[in-house]
């Protein structure tokens, strides 16, 4: 590797982030100005008048021009001002960082867990190219990413934590309060949330293995007479790194969609939830933080996909 | 050495899995999900019920209306009333403390007082009356009235929306429209600030400092006494969930469940239903009188004919043990309860409605019926009610939206087509519309009435002729006259009674009847 | 040239004219995934020939029944007559079996129009990034803005903005879909232009729309089709859970999304709410999917599995 040249190239995509990022300010910042209700009339409440609507509208700055609380908002956004939630009576900043390692916590897990279940089935279905295992991952898999993501979490509740009273329904529990107790709540929730993932990355696992494994340096290893487990797992996992790494950073945008959902069915008092309950109060300065919050998360795994190619596939040339 | 390490893992490995967490405390705390998520914690700014729930965690009042109805002192030691009945003298008693351990005084009395007037409809009212109110020492104030009144007691009781909350006089002078930002009561719980997560949950722990009074609790009235140490009240919006949780001990009540899963609750040993609210809630229609063709008397009177209770009821409650057919502005079992001026009418009638449009030269102009969404008991009712008015003749637009939507929505005077409205439906407690002054919707002052905007002088001179009367019988008589006024021009519409306890574990005891859920008096067996 | 595509795509040579469709048409999933939508489609068409209920009747009497309650009503003509509800009813009593059907034919046309328009709309904005250079830098830019904006929370943004309905939930679903169409265009069109005939054609002086249509068009048919079939699949998922969150289509118009969504609620007292529409729903997105996956198999040649 050529470092001056990966270098530049690994400081052209960082800088190339914050235009991107920049138009999703101004995307988000359009789109809820553009909505036709008005969070002064509900802030002001039932029985205000005209004039009381107008007061609060100035008091928030709603009477600006558009450009002008942009502006503003852009650069108080920057100084790490979110604003104070037009409803909740907090600093956004505060309620976001309050709301941050529950979604953290079910992201992570869910996505140790997919990796965790789906690599070794797709390669295990590849290496049983044909047989039971392989029609049984492969008709899993389907199924994983056709059924919505509350149905598979409504039929897991069900199952396990009411029949069976293995789990409990719903809830979360802080780090802090013990390792154990924010285990045992986070388990089906992650498991709900890794169904589609786990379908996704083992087809995807054992589509990459399965052509890798036909590749003549596969036949050359085996000729060598270098034992079937060290054969796969060396050279196709490793040629197969890239499309897997790839299907995870396009999934993340998947991982916030279903998070926002299983977040609403468990109970947990994460982002998904703050945004849902957000939207429907048309809060805008916490719906705003949030959407940027979660695009720059979404750009960011991106770029460390993209880095990671660099790493792992010496042919990808820039 | 190596078996050493590997029991040493094993170990640490059961310790972290068993979930050693902070010490066990032996606090007694009672997690409870209310109907709705706590966003606003101002009870004078808005009237809506969770927040007045939250008042009554955290506030107490001058006065407190008993199980029966009756308005009892609550805050008050001693109240005397001048021969003239002109000049109402109040006494706090004594050893009331703020929770900031400040006394509370007849200062913030006062304030709190012209703050609660300035904002409900029923404080408006009495302050018509009212010629001065003024501080006589640090406990007592004096009310000196224009004319006598039966709103002083009505009012300064007043058991919901808004209730007259006492507050500290630094909090109570924050202007009425602005929402208050300290959240210091007198009440027998404290509010922990720091630990409220809005969406997720708030906390609220004993005032160890509060004085009950001596007599034994009943509705709102009595001695306040808390038996445990916290109350937790969590955010669980998805109804089958919070059952599931309820089920299986992971919280302890939930105040208002769907209907629908209340036999999955009560089937369960462990859970019992108990019914807190005796007089239980009304469902309304509200028509908007500014709106073309509902400026029309004779097109609002069609609306009497074509509904009938029954299928809101239905709908909604579903289960006939919990609903019932009241043909009453006043809900059955309150002391204004009449059926004159609605004789007839709530029938499903759709011939006479239909002949009413054709009177009235109805045009076929889409009424547009607001439909939200989400809020469970609401959601049924626009479709009732917009398939018995294509029955009655009606064209109907009915438009989908969130709760929060509609009442931004309904604020507005503009045309119905133009982000206006002509109807929506709603439910009261039937504790907030026992009489025609409690009653918001039958304020019929054309511009200073409530979204609806009706405007009718014959019913706004029959509502100040029942404030001023203090004979109950003479009160009761007007209160007909004002029912068969409302039935005729329609300010609104009651389709039905219903009601809904709440279901807690069998070792929650103690809870109070009363129209709102109170949480003192309640203990975890 | 950068990775960022969906991940079958990996390019690992210029793509070739595509096998024939009667390849497609052999291709076990091809054929099943076609037959499942088909059937599907057609309950959706004739819904009101096969014993059904107007899909929004309420009838509060007869809320939350089982399946399989019967029931006498009066037909057309004013004679009584049994019927049965085979899916039970909902909260409001309307029959859920009427209601799948007619559903049918919302949910599938949500997913076949957000297919389509997003794919002709990007493939527009896809040609244009392609082939005029100096918007390509600022166009992708916008995409990659879009598409950093996680779908459901953009969706739902979108829905709020109007009311909610048909049309606004079809515009809701098509903008998040369209920046990943947008790439896929762009790429196959950047990778031909390195092609000798095109370069061959453009030295000769061949105009670009005809470049366009008969070099840069065809390549593109194939992998369109095929990323179709995935939206049309996922559009019908992103409006369910659209409708669990509350900003999906209004209840009178039954989608199989919203039909579980309304009962939610009840999923351990009456589990048919969701079990019948969820049934019906995962069937056709399963059905989409293997279709996808076979026209994927045969009519795009770079991912052919060499299997």
């Known amino acids: ?318 | ?525 | 040239m950068s990775i960022e595509t969906l991940p079958a795509e990996l390019v690992e040579g210029p793509p070739r004219r595509g096998r024939s469709l009667r390849l497609a048409a052999r291709n076990s999933s091809v054929i099943i995934g076609t037959l499942i939508v088909v059937v599907l489609a057609l309950l959706g068409v004739l819904a009101p020939l096969l014993d059904t209920l107007p899909p929004s009747e309420i009838n509060p009497v007869f809320r939350n029944k089982k399946p399989g309650t019967e029931r006498s009503i009066r037909d057309s003509s004013g004679e009584e007559k049994k019927y049965v509800h085979r899916f039970g009813t909902d909260s409001l009593g309307r029959d859920v079996y009427s209601r799948v059907l007619y559903g049918a034919r919302v949910s599938l046309i949500i997913g076949v129009t957000v297919a389509v328009i997003s794919v002709a709309i990007g493939l527009v904005i896809g040609l244009v990034a392609g082939y005029v250079r100096w918007l390509d830098g600022s166009i992708m830019r916008i995409m990659d803005g879009l598409m950093a904006i996680p779908t459901i929370l953009l969706a739902m943004g979108v829905v709020s903005l109007s009311r909610a309905g048909l049309i606004a939930v079809v515009i809701a679903i098509v903008i998040p879909e369209i920046p990943r169409v947008v790439r896929l265009v762009r790429s196959i069109v950047l990778s031909i232009r390195e092609e000798p005939y095109v370069e061959a054609a453009i030295t000769v002086g061949t105009p670009t729309p005809l470049l366009l249509v008969r070099h840069v068009l065809p390549n593109t048919v194939a992998p369109l089709i095929v990323h179709g079939t995935f939206i049309c699949a996922s559009a019908i998922l992103i409006e369910a859970a659209l409708s669990f969150l509350g900003v999906g289509i209004p209840p009178e118009t039954p989608t199989w999304g919203n039909i579980m969504a309304e009962g939610r609620s009840l999923f351990r007292v009456y589990p048919h709410n969701i079990f019948y529409p969820g049934l019906f729903l995962a069937l056709a997105v399963l059905a989409i999917n293997m279709l996808g996956d076979g026209l994927r198999d045969t009519l795009d040649p770079r991912f052919a599995k060499r299997v």
Request: net charge neutral; aromatic share 10%.
């Open chain 1, 1 to 318: 590797m050529i470092w001056p040249a990966m270098f530049s190239y690994v400081l052209r995509r960082v800088l190339a982030t914050i235009p991107v990022m920049l138009i999703v300010a101004v995307l988000v910042f359009l789109m809820l100005r553009l909505t036709p209700s008005d969070p002064a009339a509900i802030i002001a409440g039932d029985n205000a008048n005209t004039e009381q609507v107008a007061d609060i509208r100035r008091r928030l700055g709603l009477d600006q021009p558009i450009l002008t609380q942009f502006v503003i908002w852009l650069g108080k956004t920057l100084q790490g001002d979110f604003g104070e939630s037009f409803f909740f009576k907090k600093q956004v900043a505060e309620l976001i960082s309050d709301r941050l390692e529950p979604t953290l916590s079910l992201a992570c897990l869910t996505i140790v867990l997919a990796i965790a279940i789906a690599i070794p089935l797709g390669v295990l279905a590849a290496y049983r190219h044909g047989g039971w295992l392989d029609r049984a991952v492969m008709g899993f898999s389907v199924l994983g990413f056709s059924v919505p993501v509350f149905v598979i979490g409504y039929v897991l509740i069900y199952i396990f934590a009411i029949e069976l009273n293995w789990l409990p329904v719903q809830g979360y529990q802080r780090l802090a309060q013990g390792v154990g107790g924010w285990l045992q709540r986070l388990i089906l929730p992650s498991i709900t949330l890794a169904v589609v993932f786990v379908a996704l990355i083992a087809r995807i696992t054992r589509t990459s293995v399965l052509e890798v494994m036909n590749e003549d340096y596969i036949r050359t290893a085996r000729a060598k007479g270098q034992t079937e487990p060290k054969v796969l797992i060396r050279h196709a996992l490793a040629n197969a790194a890239v499309p897997i790494v790839t299907v995870i950073g396009f999934g993340v945008a998947l991982l916030i969609g279903g998070v926002v959902v299983t977040e609403s069915v468990y109970t947990i008092p994460g982002l998904g939830r703050l945004t849902v309950d957000a939207v429907l109060a048309r809060d805008y300065p916490t719906i705003q933080a949030v959407i940027l919050l979660f695009s720059l998360a979404y750009v960011l795994i991106n770029l460390a996909v993209d880095l990671a190619y660099t790493f792992l596939d010496p042919r990808i040339r820039y």
């Open chain 2, 1 to 525: 050495m190596g078996h050493l390490r590997q029991s040493l893992i094993a170990l640490a490995a059961a310790a972290i899995l068993s979930g050693l967490s902070a010490p066990a405390n032996a606090q007694k705390t009672l997690r409870a999900v209310m109907h709705s998520d706590l966003k606003i914690l101002d009870p004078i700014w808005t009237t809506a019920y969770i927040v007045r729930n939250h008042g009554y965690m955290i506030y107490d009042t001058l006065f407190a209306a008993d199980e029966k109805g009756e308005v009892k002192p609550q805050m008050v030691g001693q109240y005397e009333v001048s021969g003239d009945q002109l000049t109402h003298t109040f006494t706090l008693r004594e050893g009331l403390l703020w929770h900031d351990g400040a006394p509370v005084t007849a200062e913030d009395c006062v304030a709190s007082i012209k703050r609660w007037a300035a904002k409900d409809s029923t404080g408006q009212k009495l302050m018509t009356f009212v010629d001065s109110l003024t501080v006589k020492n640090d406990k007592t104030f004096v009310m000196q009235l224009k004319s006598p009144t039966g709103l002083v007691l009505l009012g300064l009781g007043k058991p919901s929306s808004n209730v007259p909350f006492m507050m500290p006089k630094r909090v109570a002078e924050t202007d009425p429209n602005t929402q208050i930002s300290e959240f210091v009561g007198s009440g027998p719980f404290v509010f922990k600030r720091e630990e409220w997560k809005p969406g997720d949950k708030t906390v609220y722990v004993k005032f160890d400092k509060y004085k009950p009074r001596s007599e034994p609790a009943s509705g709102f009235a009595g001695g306040k006494v808390v038996n445990v140490d916290r109350v937790e009240w969590r955010a669980i919006s998805d109804h089958q969930q919070a059952i599931n949780a309820l089920l299986a001990g992971e919280i302890d009540f939930i105040e208002a469940p769907p209907h629908d899963l209340l036999p999955l609750a009560i089937g369960d040993s462990n859970v019992k239903l108990y019914d807190w609210n005796v007089l239980g809630n009304q469902f309304t229609f509200r028509p908007n009188w500014t709106a073309k063709p509902f400026d029309n008397p004779k097109v609002r009177q069609a609306l009497i004919y074509a509904f009938n209770q029954k299928d809101f009821l239905e709908a909604t409650v579903g289960d006939p043990k919990y609903y019932k057919l009241c043909n009453s502005y006043y809900p059955c079992g309150t002391a204004f309860f009449t059926e004159k001026g609605l004789e007839g009418k709530l029938n499903s009638d759709f011939k006479k409605a239909q002949e009413l449009l054709k009177e009235a030269g109805y045009d076929g102009t889409p009424i547009v019926l607001m439909h939200s969404t989400d809020l469970q008991i609401l959601a049924n009712l626009a479709p009732v009610a917009k398939s018995l008015m294509e029955k009655a003749g009606f064209k109907v637009d009915m438009q989908s939206m969130d709760w929060q939507t509609l009442v931004a929505r309904r604020s507005k005077k503009d045309p119905p087509n133009a982000g206006g409205w002509h109807a929506f439906l709603t439910s009261w407690v039937s504790v907030d519309i026992t009489n025609p002054i409690f009653t918001g919707f039958m304020n019929a002052a054309c511009d200073k009435a409530m979204f609806g905007w009706p405007c009718d002088e014959g019913m706004e001179k029959l509502r100040d002729e029942f404030a001023r009367e203090t004979d109950p019988a003479k009160q009761k008589a007007i209160a007909e006259q004002v029912q068969m006024r409302a039935a005729e021009v329609v300010t609104h519409l009651p389709l039905g009674q219903w009601y809904l306890g709440a279901v807690m574990r069998k070792n929650v005891d103690g809870m109070l009847k009363a129209p709102a859920p109170v949480f003192w008096n309640i203990s975890l067996k």
